[in-house]
């Protein structure tokens, strides 16, 4: 068992912090599903487990460096500990990388400041299609409660920083900036053929929405419509929505094409 004051255990102890997680250009994986996924993604530089995991996940923790309980408790950023923790490379491509690629979805959010619904988002897109998922500003996507919230999504698609300005100004994609007093319905766009071609959907914080320099901006502003009695829907949610929206329209689309 390594001891507390071993330099690998106290490395990663660091990692709980984001700014050592941008100058390592690591950060923190916990728990069975993120770390198998962290693994079939190669990610993995190095693996702590405590006895109990290694009875639990034989499989997973395989060659891993046991620790006490205590240590994992300290590796840990979430409520309860797993007791089985990756280290894996942080590894975010630029903006540019991602648009060369000729994306057909992208997801933008402006300072998200819940890192569940950080995480429930990157968990829907990945689920969706999306190409990748931009973050201006907001809670660390490598936050080990947002890391944990994926399931392991984080490590499927791309996850980067870039101002949300850049995605505005990209040739190609319609930009869709969600808002309660959006100009068109999202059932208009599926009824109009709108969520077909490329799109980047922008979703703002979590109690202030997009800025108004970002609304304007926008291709277009869109709604959510409500049948019912609630006031709205939050941001994961919404996010929800949206992207099925176009992942049902975009995949249709695919499949007379195919068929």
């Known amino acids: 068992m390594l001891s507390s004051s071993n330099a690998r255990l106290a490395a990663a102890r660091r990692l709980t912090s984001r700014k050592e997680r941008r100058e390592a250009g690591r950060f923190l994986a916990e728990g069975a599903q993120s770390v198998r996924e962290a693994l079939a993604a190669d990610a993995v530089l190095e693996l702590f487990a405590t006895a109990e995991a290694f009875e639990r996940h034989p499989e997973l923790a395989d060659g891993a460096a046991e620790i006490s309980p205590k240590d994992a408790v300290a590796l840990s950023e979430t409520v309860t500990p797993q007791g089985l923790v990756a280290v894996c490379r942080l590894s975010q491509p630029s903006l540019a990388e991602v648009l060369a690629r000729g994306p057909r979805l992208l997801v933008s959010l402006v300072e998200p400041n819940e890192p569940g619904n950080l995480g429930t988002v990157i968990r829907t897109a990945d689920a969706a299609g999306a190409d990748a998922v931009v973050l201006d500003g907001g ?12 399931a392991g999504s984080l490590f ?27 100009t068109a319905g999202l059932d208009e766009l599926i009824a109009d053929g709108t969520l077909t071609g490329p ?39 919404t996010a929800a929505v949206c992207l099925y929206g176009s992942a049902l329209a975009q995949n249709a689309r695919t499949d007379r094409r195919t068929a």
């Open 139 to 150: 809670v660390d996507p490598y936050n080990g409660k947002v890391v944990r919230a994926t």
């Open 156 to 182: 499927h698609l791309p996850v980067l920083s870039a101002p949300v300005g850049e995605l505005l100004a990209a040739d190609g994609l319609a930009t869709l900036a969600t808002t309660g007093g959006g």
């Open 199 to 237: 799109t980047a959907w922008l979703f703002g914080n979590e109690a202030r929405g997009l800025p108004e320099d970002v609304l304007r901006r926008a291709g277009r502003t869109v709604r959510v419509p409500i049948y019912g009695r609630a006031e709205s829907l939050n941001l994961a949610a």
